[in-house]
Structures are given as C-alpha cells and as structure tokens.
C-alpha cells in the first residue's frame, strides 16, 4: 500500500499497513477453529456454554437439512432472531451449502420482513420459536418464494432444570399455535447427519450475506456482501486492535482468552462482524445478549453478563455506553475485566466516553463505517496516547479514504477541506441487490481504485485523522451557514445534566429555505432544567447560528434497533403540527 497522509504521526508502529487474506469461504474460520480448539467456549447462553465443536456439527447438520431441501449456491435464506446461541451455527450453515444469508431485523412486523424476503427471493427463513416472532413470520412469507420455515426454540439450550420447569411452567418463548408440517431446529439436529455439502467458493466473487440498509433515501437496500468482503474485514480488524498491555510493554492482539459480549444485534453488519464472526477468527467466546436493555433498571441484565462472564470486548453504540454509565446501580457491578471497547454506528459524544472510561478502565474508541463496507473502514488506535476524541480515527490497513466534493462527487478534495467522504478497500461492497442504478449512483473510481460514497460529510484533518460533521442529509441550512448536528449534540452533551441529546433542523416560518435548530434533552435521573436554561447554557459554547433556538425536554428519544437516533421521526412530528 503506498504511503498516505495517516500513516505518520499517529499510525501505531506494529500495525502492518498492508495484509495477507486468505482466499477461503467464511465458513472456514468456524471449520478451522472448531479442529484447533473443538471443546473450547464457543456461545455462552444463560451460563451455559456451547463448544466450537457443537456449532460446527449444528452448522453441518443445518448446511446437510437445507441441502435437501434443493437449496445451494445463488439461493438466499433468511434469519429472523435475536442474539441466541442457534444462530452461529444458523448463519454459517447456510454458508456451507452455498447459499447466501439474509439477515433481518428481529423487531420488524410482518409487513417489513416480508418487503426484505420478497426483494432479496429468498427460498428459507429461520425464525425465532416466540408468541410474536412466529406468528409474524407466518404472516410475512405469504406471497413470498419462502418454501420452508424453521422454527429455532430456546429450550435446548437451557441447563436441563430450567428448561424442564420452563416448559412446565409455559416460561420458555414459544409461539401459542404452529402451521401444520411445521419444521423445528431440534428436528433437523436429530434427524440429519452433520455433513455438509461439497461446494466449490469463489471468496471474491460469491455472496456471503445481503444486508439491508436504508442508506440515504429511506427505501431499504440489500447490500451485497461476498465471503472474501467480510472475511477481510475481520482480519483488518484482528491486525487493528493491538493493546497496550495494563502493566506496560509493546502492544498485544486479541486472543483466545478473549470473551466478547453480543450486545449489538447481529442482524447489523456492525454486530455479525465486530462481534459474532470476529469471534471465531480468533477462537473466543462470545456471550449471547438477545436484548442489552433489558433488566429493572435497564440495562442491568447487559451489566451483569459483562461481571458474571468476565467479558473483556464490547462493541456498542453511544445509546448503550449512556444507558450503563447511566443505570444507578453501575457501581454495584464490577465491569474490570473489560480492556477495548469500540463504539460506532453513531456519533460518540468525547464526555461519554471519558466517563465509561472512567467507571470501567477500559479503553474505548471511535470507529466508522457502514453496511456497505462490512462494515468497518476507520479508526482510532487502540492505543490511548495515539487516539483523538471527536474523530473516527484513520483508515485500517488496506483501507484508502478520500474526500470529494459535495455538489457533483467527482472532485477530490484537498486535506482539511471538507465533503463527502469516500471509501475504497477490500471491505466494500459489490453493489445493491438487484438495483444497478442505485449501485451506480454511490460507486466512484479514482487512481484506478473503487470508491463507496458514504453520503457523510467530513474533512483530513492535519495528523491525517478523519472527522465527520454528519450525514449529507442531517446538515442544518441557517442563513446559508451549514450547523452540523453530531458537533452540536457533543457540545450539548458536555452539560452536566444531559444524559441524551439530540438535534434537528426546522424550516423558519418566514418562508425562506432557511432553517433553525431545536434540541431534544434527555435529563439524568432526578435532574430538571428549564428552556431558557439551555439556551443561555449554549450562548457561551455555540456559534450564534448553531445555537438551539428550541429545546424540548424529552423521557427518551426515538431509535432504531441498533441504537442510531432517528432524527427524521422527530422532524415528521414537528412538521406535522405545522
């Protein structure tokens, strides 16, 4: 890889710029670790831990069950379920036959996950056995090409005792009434052999996962995503997150004495790869999460897998680093025995950070990137004496960025001007599912590289560190003045009373295209505050035009599964009251 601006100053002095990937099927990382380390952790679930060999002859099992069914290479197979311990073995069964995985989102209804199987074709779906996901997906299959219908139950992977008094008890999720021949995941583990097909992958040209994403227009894509994309992913990332031991010495990789925690859902890029597929490259144990805001106060369930597993990786979003910090009873927890703890899919407040860093001792830092590119393509050192808070940090190995400019995206900007930012590596995608156009209208080339246009705005800094402002549609036009929210909700997020915020643009009434910002503030716990408080708070920390011209005092804010804020609900409220 030739030499770049980020490769100076701050680039970690053990981390290779450039790398070796291995030309294999995703579903080898399970193969090889499972022959390494086969009655190693694999899933940890309600203290009850699966070996690697176990998901390997689930995942065998499965691949041999879809087989034959008629199903392999070039089909799609869906997967509607939360974090539980079926779906490694769900996920890179389907692999095995060739086939390629669908991911859903486990809090859609009927009619949504019906738009995804329908657009993405797909032949098979796994679900959830639960009184709400079975019936939905019954729903959602018809008019579908969906054949086959898999119910996966929790009670197999209870200890005995309590699966036993669960069923008895009617504690265990089911649904209350099932379609007659309906299939079950147990079934299938009994009923088949655990050998899988023989198939023939081409890692750079054959598709590991469709992965819908609503990019920048709202309407969901599928994007496309080939084994070779997201194993080379998973390498950057292995390559990237060198530790500075706490007693001192050189930085040190992950291990296999690891244990990551599933708290994001693995249906998003974010949390198949930073936590569930990263997992198997290095042979850790991955605790199992289905819903990280669950417990009395919430998040108390997430707080106590991290002490009673001893978890040192956590991947989350802001929302959840403010729902722990913020739990009242996050001292009664011992959270030590986290060391590296990323956050991304949405702007992190460099306040929240501090403070989780502060209770835990544990280094968090900044990453970026998206669906599109596997999805992640900056950031921050792991090494606190490199990292700068408020940036996404600097491309990964093999990872080339740019900056183009807003109007047309065809002119690269110079370092420190700000535009759109592009990507290029091996992470990014082949284009969207059966949309050629939309594929066309994000894909650039430039020195003979591919580009993803990402549709955020951001700028290189001097140490060749990446900012983003925000995303190309959030910018907030004031007196022809462009205020950015994420600058905006950091600063607010500075005020000692703040636990979340988050801002919008409204149109003036002067009827101009001009338009003035209004703030949503989630107070902490047993914390008020007044309008005008706010507003003279942030005469002395904003830039006249990027100062809140309205606050609203909200209990909580509206978000999607993962934990993104979804600014554009709070804008369709307050333009339909106008």
């Known amino acids: 890889m030739e030499e770049m601006p980020w490769h100076n100053s701050r680039w970690p002095e053990t ?110 779906v796994f679900v959830f056995d639960h009184v709400s ?55 299938i583990i009994e009923q088949y052999e655990p050998k899988a097909p023989k198939v023939s992958i081409k890692p750079k040209e054959d598709l590991a996962l469709i992965l819908y994403t609503g990019g920048t227009t709202g309407t969901p894509k599928g994007a496309m995503l080939t084994h070779h994309n997201l194993y080379s992913n998973v390498v950057q990332i292995d390559e990237w997150a060198q530790l500075e031991p706490k007693g001192g010495g050189p930085p040190e990789k992950l291990t296999s004495e690891d244990v990551y925690v599933g708290a994001l859902p693995w249906y998003h890029s974010y949390g198949l790869t930073l936590t569930l597929v990263s997992s198997y490259l290095l042979g850790s144990a991955l605790v199992c999460v289905p819903d990280p805001r669950a417990g009395k106060p919430p998040m108390s369930e997430l707080l106590s897998e991290i002490q009673k597993n001893k978890g040192t990786i956590l991947h989350c979003v802001p929302a959840l680093y403010a729902g722990m910090i913020n739990n ?59 990292r700068k808070f408020g940036s996404i940090g600097v491309p990964i190995s093999d990872t080339y960025v740019t900056i183009l400019d807003i109007a047309t995206g065809k002119k690269e900007l110079k370092q420190g001007e700000t535009g759109e930012i592009a990507i290029s590596g091996p992470q990014v995608m082949q284009g969207y599912w059966n949309r050629p156009e939309e594929t066309a209208e994000v894909m650039r080339e430039f020195d003979g590289r591919r580009y993803f246009i990402s549709g955020d705005i951001g700028h290189m800094d001097e140490d060749g560190f990446f900012v983003v402002s925000d995303r190309k549609k959030d910018m907030i036009n004031v007196s022809g003045l462009k205020a950015y929210p994420r600058e905006i909700e950091d600063t607010l997020f500075e005020h000692p009373k703040v636990a979340m915020a988050a801002v919008i643009g409204l149109p003036k009434d002067d009827g101009t295209a001009d338009e003035y910002v209004k703030a949503y503030i989630v107070l902490k716990e047993g914390e008020t505050a007044t309008e005008d408080e706010f507003i003279k708070w942030s005469k002395e920390k904003m830039a006249g035009y990027k100062r809140p011209k309205e606050v609203a005092f909200v209990d909580s804010l509206p978000m999607t599964a993962v934990g993104k804020v979804l600014r554009r609900e709070l804008k369709e409220a307050e333009l339909a009251k106008k």
């Open 133 to 187: 996901f079975t019936p939905t997906s019954y729903e959602a299959v018809k008019g579908t090409d969906v054949e086959t219908v898999v119910l996966c139950s929790i009670k197999s992977f209870l200890p005995k005792i309590k699966a036993i008094l669960g069923g008895a008890l009617g504690k265990i999720p089911k649904g209350k009434s099932y379609q007659e021949g309906q299939i079950f995941y147990d079934d």
């Open 328 to 386: 009242p009873d996050v001292g009664k927890y011992d959270l030590t025995s986290l060391k590296a703890c990323g956050s991304g899919a949405a702007p992190l407040p460099p306040e929240l950070a501090k403070r989780f860093e502060s209770a835990t001792g544990a280094v968090l830092f900044e990453g970026y990137g998206l669906t599109e590119t596997s999805p992640l393509a900056t950031a921050n050192p792991a090494l606190v004496s490199l």
């Open 15 to 124: 981390v290779k710029k450039s790398l070796d990937y291995p030309d294999e099927p995703l579903f080898a990382l399970l193969d090889k670790v499972a022959a390494k380390t086969p009655d190693s952790p694999s899933t940890i679930y309600d203290g009850i831990a699966h070996s690697f060999a176990e998901v390997k002859d689930h995942a065998d099992r499965i691949a041999n069950f879809l087989s034959s069914k008629g199903i392999g290479k070039g089909d799609k197979v869906a997967i509607f379920m939360p974090n539980v311990p079926m779906y490694p073995p769900v996920f890179f069964g389907i692999l095995k036959t060739g086939a390629t995985t669908v991911t859903c989102n486990p809090s859609y209804k009927a009619n949504e996950l019906n738009f995804q199987l329908k657009d993405s074709g797909a032949k098979a």
